[in-house]
């Protein structure tokens, strides 16, 4: 009796190793493919209003509007421990008080491989404003196109498959009458 208690114990403890061994041996495989998929980030326009929140209609701030192209094929990045991609959109620049910024402009989650090839002619869905309220003295951004890789088994790893091939200035506040 003791002696098949102590030998089916035995047993599931090398199963649950087996497993573990296999979660690892997955997780691991993972670091092999270290596929970087470019893509092409464009910016077709960048303006930026003066205007003011609703929460504070007395105090004047900019916002800057983004019009972007991406055409990017992610393919690449799916494999059988791809769970899905969080792709988006960053603007990275040194304000006006030196402070570095990394803006998420846009985001998208890619669940099937057949979706990762992006062609997307697209505006900002978040607000892009800078704390100090205006854009003046802020220096030229670059734009990203990022990810991040959701496995199945592992650690999220993060990639960049495009940027702008150089800073965009941001342009003087339009005015509005
Ligand atoms: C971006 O895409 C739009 C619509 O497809 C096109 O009209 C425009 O020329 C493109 N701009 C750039 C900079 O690629
Ligand atoms: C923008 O990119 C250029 C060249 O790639 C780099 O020298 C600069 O530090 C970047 N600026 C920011 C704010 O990340």
């Not at 326009?45 to 094929?73: C, H, L, W, Y």
């Not at 846009?106 to 869905?125: E, P």
Request: aromatic share 12%; hydrophobic share 40%.
């Amino acid at each position: 009796m003791h002696s098949l208690y102590a030998r089916l114990n035995n047993f599931s403890a090398f199963l649950s190793s087996c497993l573990m061994g296999l979660l690892a041996a997955i997780a691991l495989s993972s670091f092999l493919f270290t596929a970087e998929p470019k893509g092409e980030l464009t910016l077709a326009s960048v303006k930026v209003f003066p205007g003011s929140s609703r929460r504070m209609p007395t105090v004047k701030q900019e916002f800057t509007f983004v019009n972007f192209n991406i055409s990017a094929d992610l393919t690449p990045l799916f494999h059988w421990n791809t769970k899905q991609l969080f792709v988006y959109l960053q603007a990275e620049y040194v304000d006006s008080k030196g402070v570095q910024n990394d803006v998420v402009l846009w985001d998208s989650i890619i669940r099937r491989k057949q979706d990762a090839v992006l062609n997307i002619a697209g505006r900002n869905k978040y607000v892009f404003r800078d704390l100090s309220r205006s854009f003046r003295n802020a220096q030229a951004a670059n734009y990203t196109l990022r990810y991040n890789l959701m496995p199945y088994v592992g650690v999220l790893t993060y990639g960049e498959a495009g940027r702008t091939s150089e800073p965009v200035p941001f342009p003087e506040p339009e005015t509005v009458s």
